[in-house]
């Protein structure tokens, strides 16, 4: 069973910055997607970013554009979200996502197959 494991999350100030990462346990696991959803509390699992494996092609949410970049490190095997000019309505859990299916962008959360655990960000005004 792979494993996705987020890192990075913390507090910050207003218009401050943060990276996650997601490292996967295994390097040939079948995905054709990654994502970073994030859930405030109170509110249902929302899409954040979607990077494509197979030639890196990226897809934002509206609320994060010009802000956030996901980016990867095949190498590594490690999914980035650098997150930069942060609102406290950024505020939430945030989840690291596999798919394994060929679709794009693949904003519902329901296609995903694999769930990290999720890192706690939070945006103090």
């Known amino acids: 069973q792979v494993q996705l494991v987020e890192s990075g999350g913390g507090e910050v100030q207003a218009g401050g910055s943060l990276r996650l990462s997601c490292a996967a346990s295994?390097?040939?696991?079948?995905?054709?997607?990654m994502a970073w959803f994030r859930q405030a509390p109170g509110k249902g699992r929302e899409f954040v970013a979607a990077?494509?494996?197979?030639?890196?092609?990226?897809s934002n949410a509206d609320p994060v554009k010009g802000r956030f970049t996901i980016s990867t490190n095949s190498a590594e095997n490690t999914l980035y979200l650098q997150m930069n000019s942060l609102k406290p309505e950024d505020t939430a859990v945030y989840y690291c996502?596999?798919?394994?299916?060929?679709?794009?962008?693949?904003?519902?959360?329901?296609?995903?197959?694999?769930w990290g655990q999720g890192t706690q960000v939070t945006v103090s005004s």
């Open positions: 990077l494509r494996w197979i030639d890196g092609r990226t």
């Open positions: 996502a596999a798919s394994s299916r060929k679709l794009w962008p693949a904003v519902s959360s329901n296609v995903y197959d694999y």
């Open positions: 295994e390097r040939t696991f079948s995905r054709s997607v």
